[in-house]
Nanobody, 119 residues
């Protein structure tokens, strides 16, 4: 069974930092693109950042220069380092695993982890 599990959410003050981690099943991690999305009540889920199997990265404009996505293949983990956090970053953050275009596979989501930025 494929699993995608997030950890690391919590409460942080504005200007602070937080690191989210996501571990995916070994069977998919090596070839899948890993991503972080976020969602607030009443809004659509939006892409925060993603990283391909060869470590090409892509960031939403609203996090460029503040967030860094990375992956460690040895332990099947993708991380999101979030710096200079703002109240507008408050959301449930979801880890996503998507297959490359040449592979017929499913997309997987984690259960989400809450990030709250408040003083």
């Amino acid at each position: 069974q494929i699993q995608v599990v997030e950890s690391g959410g919590g409460l942080v003050q504005p200007g602070g930092s937080l690191t989210l981690s996501c571990t995916a099943s070994r069977s998919i991690f090596g070839i899948y693109t890993m991503a972080w999305y976020r969602q607030t009540p009443g809004k659509q889920r939006e892409l925060v950042a993603n990283i391909t199997s060869d470590r090409a990265t892509n960031y939403a404009d609203f996090v460029k220069g503040r967030f860094t996505i990375s992956r460690t293949n040895a332990n099947y983990t993708v991380s999101l380092q979030m710096n200079s956090l703002e109240p507008g970053d408050t959301a449930v953050y979801y880890c996503n695993a998507s297959p490359p275009g040449w592979y017929r596979g499913y997309t997987y989501w984690g259960q989400g982890t809450q990030v709250t930025v408040a003083s």
